[in-house]
């Protein structure tokens, strides 16, 4: 993701200014966590689903980004809603820097006409982030013959976690087999400052633009739903701060197995990572793998990025087919059945 810095100098400049100016994490499998890029996708699965995702980035350090998520969305039909929950978790540096995000999402459905529609999605919830002070290392901690032993002189904040309200909204463009959406993260620039001193109480979360869409391309006849073979192109373009991601690639699927491959690029370092998935879905649940070969400066020395998602529908078996089928012209893309 566009903003993970160098470890050492990021957590330097975490302390000494007294806020954190960091960017959200993003899953390669984006559309796996959709509650994470959109509040407007609740409720957009044909069923009741759970799901759950885990990302290591950058093996060749020690635990330098892991995250997690987790995740509950379903659709009411009766009010043309759906609602979800989202948390997730991101530890930098190896527990020196850990936020927490808890949030309600809540989705409402305006047909068009049976085949479009747009969905208008809120979310609100808390945003904590907890710093371990005695894991820094400062510059003037450092001997150069006896190494780290000194005493620092740098300033300790008074509070070392903070919670603070957060809240998103977004906006999905649906209609038989293309979904365009927007989103905007964090509107309340919630305030990331462990110093309260100074100009230091200004400094707020930026505000996340997120764009998103995608086609699907049925390659097999729709009375093949079992075999059914698919394409779906799509993309996401992340604006935060002076921070910019595009990610763009394909699903490709057949039968239980699916695949897909995209390329990330970031404004600031160019070419980024490719992305390779690997996945199978039967029944009630789905699961999906993920490697990202790094292509910046660092593909020497990062190891590259693992990530895993599983998701489950709260459904039996015999009952899929009926709701696929109720749903399927909706706003329902392949990735989500």
């Not at 957060?166 to 989103?183: I, M, N, P």
Request: hydrophobic content about 40%.
């Amino acid at each position: 993701m566009i903003r993970y810095f160098r470890k050492s100098s990021w957590l330097l400049g975490l302390v000494m200014v007294g806020s954190l100016q960091a960017q959200d994490p993003i899953f390669s499998q984006y559309y796996a966590t959709p509650l994470q890029i959109n509040p407007a996708f609740a409720g957009s699965a044909f069923a009741p689903r759970f799901g759950i995702g885990y990302r290591h980035q950058w093996q060749g350090f020690d635990r330098a980004y892991t995250t997690y998520a987790g995740f509950y969305e379903q659709s009411l039909d009766h009010l043309n809603s759906g609602i979800g929950f989202h948390l997730e978790g991101d530890d930098a540096g190896n527990g020196i820097l850990k936020t927490t995000r808890v949030s309600g999402h809540y989705a409402y459905r305006l047909m068009i006409n049976k085949t479009t529609g747009i969905k208008i999605g809120v979310e609100a919830g808390a945003y904590q982030s907890r710093l371990d002070w005695d894991k820094l290392i400062f510059p003037d901690q450092i001997d150069p013959v006896n190494g780290v032993g000194n005493l620092t002189a740098e300033q300790r904040p008074d509070r070392l976690t903070r919670t603070r309200l957060d809240l998103s909204s977004g906006l999905l463009l649906f209609s038989e087999r293309l979904w365009l959406g927007v989103a905007l993260k964090h509107l309340n620039t919630p305030s990331e400052t462990f110093l309260l001193v100074n100009d230091n109480l200004a400094r707020g979360l930026p505000i996340r633009y997120t764009l998103h869409g995608g086609i699907d391309i049925m390659l097999q006849p729709d009375n093949k739903k079992e075999s059914a073979a698919f394409l779906s192109p799509n993309f996401l373009f992340v604006s935060q701060g002076p921070y910019q991601q595009l990610n763009i690639g394909s699903y490709a699927g057949l039968g239980s197995f699916f695949a897909g491959a995209w390329w990330r690029h970031t404004v600031d370092q160019n070419a980024d990572a490719a992305i390779f998935l690997v996945g199978f879905r039967q029944g009630i649940y789905k699961i999906g793998l993920t490697y990202d070969a790094t292509t910046s400066r660092l593909s020497g020395v990062s190891g590259g990025t693992y990530e895993m998602t599983m998701s489950f529908f709260l459904d039996k078996d015999e009952n899929l087919k009926k709701k696929k089928k109720r749903k399927e012209n909706a706003e329902c893309p392949q990735f989500f059945r």
